[in-house]
């Protein structure tokens, strides 16, 4: 997430501009999520977002590394089956996205 809060740091006029989207869309993942409430009573629509969002299986993979109950195992959603190579996958996903767009985009800002 790093990476992709320094992309929107390099193409935001200023600090505040650049906290406002990254609030603008940590929010809504952080409260389409299972993190805070179980996606089962969810709208279908909803917990679909929810069970793939990377939040959810970063919470989940958490639960289950650390032996908590994990109530978001039986959904049978393949992130919440499997939530620590999801959360990995996440991970991987977002880094190589972001780290070369964020490195393309401070080149380019530094020889403007």
Same mark, same amino acid.
């Given at each position: 997430?790093?990476?992709?809060?320094?992309?929107?740091?390099?193409?935001?006029?200023?600090?505040?501009? @650049?906290?406002? *989207?990254?609030? !603008?869309?940590?929010? &809504?993942?952080?409260?389409?999520?299972?993190?805070?409430? $179980?996606? +089962? %009573?969810?709208?279908?629509?909803?917990?679909?977002?929810?069970?793939?969002?990377?939040?959810?299986?970063? @919470?989940?993979? *958490?639960?289950? !590394?650390?032996?908590? &109950?994990?109530?978001?195992?039986?959904?049978?959603?393949? $992130?919440? +089956? %499997?939530?620590?190579?999801?959360?990995?996958?996440?991970?991987?996903?977002?880094?190589?996205?972001?780290?070369?767009?964020? *490195?393309?985009?401070?080149?380019?800002?530094?020889?403007?």
């Amino acid at each position: 997430m790093s990476w992709a809060c320094a992309c929107l740091g390099l193409v935001s006029m200023g600090p505040e501009s @650049a906290q406002s *989207v990254g609030l !603008l869309i940590l929010f &809504p993942l952080a409260f389409v999520s299972n993190a805070m409430v $179980p996606t +089962q %009573h969810m709208p279908t629509w909803l917990r679909t977002l929810a069970d793939w969002n990377p939040v959810s299986a970063v @919470a989940s993979a *958490v639960r289950h !590394l650390w032996g908590n &109950p994990n109530p978001s195992a039986t959904i049978p959603a393949w $992130p919440m +089956q %499997h939530p620590v190579w999801a959360a990995l996958g996440w991970s991987v996903a977002i880094l190589v996205v972001f780290a070369p767009l964020a *490195v393309h985009l401070y080149r380019r800002r530094t020889t403007d």
